[in-house]
């Protein structure tokens, strides 16, 4: 009676777990990565505002956090492939740009005015957040840069053979 096993109880904590991480697949990837350093800078930076003097300026890390968390949850999930109606690389691109500029202002704000070393803390976590931000903006543009030539060129080559098929058939 006493040799009853108790079911394993961190087995479905482990699932859970594994459930809301992102995958290996995607993690080692340049988004992912991306992503992933975003979320970390964003929330380091939340936490040296919440604790200096400017902690006026905590709502600028805490929704990038909230931002970056929220498409590298979609991301990782691949929501981006199955709403397609969804403009990502433009939201993602839009969120990037603000998300560089203001950290960018903020930060300087920061550094400048404020005299305590958590304040030079955040300023610091911010100016890192706007080269990670800024890097992902610019990578977003090259790929919708080459992706807008690329569709021009198949529109052109396609208008092309159109106009040398109607000129064909008018004979």
Same mark, same amino acid.
């Given at each position: 009676m006493g040799d009853i096993e108790a079911p394993d109880s961190t087995q479905p904590r482990q699932s859970v777990l594994l459930a809301v991480l992102p995958s290996k697949e995607f993690a080692t990837s340049r988004k992912g990565m991306l992503l992933i350093a975003e979320v970390v800078?964003?929330?380091?930076?939340?936490?040296?505002?919440?604790?200096?003097?400017?902690a @006026?300026?905590?709502? #600028?890390?805490?929704?990038?956090? #909230?931002?970056? #968390?929220v498409l590298m949850f979609a991301y990782a999930n691949k929501f981006n492939e199955r709403f397609t109606g969804f403009l990502w690389p433009l939201t993602d691109f839009l969120r990037c740009v603000t998300a560089s500029i203001i950290?960018?202002?903020? /930060?300087?704000?920061?550094?400048?005015?404020?005299? &305590?070393?958590? /304040?030079? @803390?955040? &300023?610091?976590?911010g100016f890192i957040a706007t080269i990670v931000f800024a890097l992902d903006?610019?990578?977003?543009? $090259?790929?919708?840069? $080459?992706?807008?030539?690329? &569709? %021009?060129?198949? $529109?052109? @080559?396609?208008? %092309?053979?159109?106009?040398?098929?109607? =000129?064909? =058939?008018?004979?």
């Open positions: 800078v964003s929330f380091l930076s939340f936490v040296c505002f919440a604790a200096s003097t400017a @006026a300026f905590v709502t #600028v890390p805490l929704l990038e956090f #909230v931002a970056a #968390v950290y960018f202002i903020v /930060s300087i704000i920061a550094v400048s005015k404020y005299v &305590g070393s958590s /304040s030079k @803390a955040a &300023g610091i976590f903006f610019y990578l977003i543009f $090259n790929e919708l840069a $080459n992706f807008l030539k690329d &569709g %021009r060129q198949t $529109n052109e @080559a396609t208008s %092309r053979q159109q106009d040398e098929f109607s =000129d064909s =058939d008018s004979d």
